[in-house]
Every structure is written in C-alpha cells, then in structure tokens.
T-cell receptor, first 114, second 112 residues
C-alpha cells in the first residue's frame, strides 16, 4: 500500500532519447510535484501541479514536460536527454491544508544518461 | 529568491549524545518549514512541519524550533541512536504553489 510510487526505479538511456517517468499517489492529495536531486545531493523543485494548474520553476528546460492524466498521477516526460539530466528524480504529493501541507515523497527514479 | 543553508554539512557523534542541526533561510515570509530525513538510496520522510505562526513542534525525541524573524530553525535530537544516521534536510515553503526550497542537508552519523 505504497503512498507515492514511481516507475521505473532505475533508467539508463542514451543521450538524445526521449523518456518518461511515472508517478502515482493513493493518498487522495490534490497537489503533486517533481523534484531533481543532483550528484551533490542538492534537491530542487521542478514543478508543482494542482487541479490542472501548473507552476513551473523557471530554471527547468522546456525539454521537461509534466503530464497529469488525473489527480492521482503526474508523469514526467523528458525530450532529447542530455548528460546533465542524470540525477535522481523524486515525485511528491500533498493536500492543501492552510499551512499544514506535509509533502510525501516517492522512492525516486535514478536516471543515468550515457 | 529564497535560499536555505544548513550547518554543519556533516556531523559524527557517539550514541546517546544530544545534538542540534541548524537551518537558516533568507526570506522570512515563509508559509511553513519542514524537516525531512533521507536514508541512502531512499526517498524523503517528513519528520516535522512548523507552520509560520508556530514556534516549535515535537515528535518523540525530535524537537524543531522556528524563529522567522531571524530566519532560523533548529532540529534537536535527544539521546541519539545509530538508527538516526541519515541525511537531514530542511525545506521552506514560501506558498508559491507549495514548492519547497531545500537546504543542502546535514549528513549525520551516530556511532554505537
């Protein structure tokens, strides 16, 4: 009964390819996120998605596009992968609760671009 | 732009010690502040969330404090145990879509 799940857990691919990472939450939350953790373990927000409202971190290249088929899913599609995209990508979710929005994280997807 | 800094970057203590992890942030107009734990190769687990109107939160051996005016938070761990060994991350929510800004983390090692 995993709360936030991601697939795949590991992804190794060639530069220039297009890939997708899937995220699902069964907590009934209304907001989902994607974060990137680089090789130095620094964690940065990429996107926040709430009820069809997408908020994008302006530093994220437009090769990255989140897609939400429904409230429980937020997938991340990456076009034309580059070496610098290698990182661990975490999905998270939370419920709007006036200052009490604890975020629950998935186990991460380890992406390696060769 | 919010910036979050955590000191120290790494800490090693013998079992049983009480310890304090520090977090500072540059923009005091925060919505809430959260402390997370990350084990090697794993995701993040939420430990404590302090709303902007609160001064501290406690959970078991953990106590987190918040001083918004000075832009600081501390995580106090009492009677540390080897199982507490992990990276502890501080994150600030400025209510911009609830997107968190994380500090660089403190890697804690508690030796038996």
């Amino acid at each position: 009964d995993t709360a936030v799940s991601q697939t795949p857990k590991y992804l190794v691919t060639q530069m220039g390819n297009d890939k997708s990472i899937k995220c699902e939450q069964n907590l009934g939350h209304d907001t989902m996120y994607w974060y990137k953790q680089d090789s130095k373990k620094f964690l940065k927000i990429m996107f926040s998605y709430n009820n069809k409202e997408l908020i994008i971190n302006e530093t994220v290249p437009n090769r990255f596009s989140p897609k939400s088929p429904d409230k429980a899913h937020l997938n991340l599609h990456i076009n034309s992968l580059e070496l610098g995209d290698s990182a661990v990508y975490f999905c998270a979710s939370s419920q709007r609760q006036q200052g009490k929005e604890t975020q629950y994280f998935g186990p991460g997807t380890r992406l390696l671009v060769l | 732009k919010q910036e979050v800094t955590q000191i120290p970057a790494a800490l090693s203590v013998p079992e049983g010690e009480n310890l304090v992890l520090n977090c500072s942030f540059t923009d005091s107009a925060i919505y809430n502040l959260q402390w997370f734990r990350q084990d090697p190769g794993k995701g993040l687990t939420s430990l404590l969330l302090i709303q902007s109107s609160q001064r501290e939160q406690t959970s078991g051996r953990l106590n987190a404090s918040l001083d918004k005016s000075s832009g600081r938070s501390t995580l106090y761990i009492a009677a540390s145990q080897p199982g507490d060994s992990a990276t502890y991350l501080c994150a600030v929510d400025n209510n911009a879509g609830n997107m968190l800004t994380f500090g660089g983390g403190t890697r804690l090692m508690v030796k038996p």
